[in-house]
């Protein structure tokens, strides 16, 4: 069965902070994986992910891939406010089928 | 540019009644495909289409149908509500031709959804 795994459920940290989110995966036919934002509607796109080993950077995100591991992690440095939200993560499989997984929500306390 | 449009934002329904969902993009995209979102579920993906003309079922398809006449609009039909459709529904589009560069999904504001 395919399934995308991410942890932890929640998170709370001080403004400032550095936080990691882990995505694990386990889905036939891997084509990419992607980092979403969904704060009180609908998610917005942070990352596309293909290759194994290349970070992908956004100001202060970053987020990198393990094919060989089956995992990805997003890390958000010096936390603001404005970060609070939950961060999905999706993987695509061939055939158009994307999988969720159920987020991580992160707040950041002034 | 609207982006992806979804009507109505809120609705409530009772048990065996039917409804659709709206869903329009001004994107040009040809994939359209309909999520639902239960809390500690994540994302589900119930159905999708690749062009006008072509559906097919996503995770959890049961209870819904599709249909994709226009390049535009992908409906999503209820025939007979169960309180397990409760959900928040969110409809999402991309380019499918030019997906190895720009794998991006485009989401919708999303519907909520109440069967009573």
């Known amino acids: 069965e395919d399934k995308v795994v991410q942890s932890p459920l929640s998170l709370v940290v001080h403004e400032g902070d550095t936080v990691t989110l882990n995505c694990s995966y386990e889905?036939?036919?891997?084509?990419?994986l992607l980092w979403y934002k969904q704060e009180k509607k609908a998610p917005t796109f942070l990352f596309m992910l293909?290759?194994?080993?290349i970070e992908k950077k956004s100001g202060r995100l970053s987020s990198i891939l393990d094919k060989k591991e089956l995992f990805s992690i997003l890390n958000i440095t010096a936390t603001q406010t404005g970060d609070s939200a939950i961060y999905l993560c999706?993987?695509?499989?061939?055939?158009?089928?994307?999988?969720f997984g159920t987020g991580t929500s992160l707040t950041v306390i002034p | 540019n609207a982006g992806v449009t979804q009507t109505p934002k809120f609705q409530v329904l009772k048990t065996g009644q039917s409804m659709t969902l709206q869903c329009a993009q001004d994107?040009?995209?040809?994939?359209m495909s309909w999520y639902r979102q239960d809390p500690g579920m994540g994302l589900r993906l119930i159905h999708y289409?690749?062009?006008?003309?072509?559906?097919d079922q996503g995770e959890v398809p049961n209870g819904y149908n599709v249909s994709r006449s226009t390049t535009e609009d992908f409906p999503l039909r209820l025939l007979s509500a169960a309180p397990s459709q409760t959900s928040v529904y969110f409809c999402?589009?991309?380019?499918?031709?030019?997906?190895?560069?720009?794998?991006?999904?485009?989401f919708g504001e999303g519907s909520r959804l109440t069967v009573l």
């Open positions: 889905v036939t036919n891997f084509r990419s």
């Open positions: 293909t290759s194994s080993g």
């Open positions: 999402a589009s991309r380019t499918h031709r030019d997906r190895e560069k720009t794998g991006e999904l485009f």
């Open positions: 999706a993987v695509e499989a061939f055939q158009n089928q994307f999988y």
């Open positions: 994107m040009n995209h040809e994939y």
């Open positions: 289409s690749v062009g006008a003309g072509i559906t």
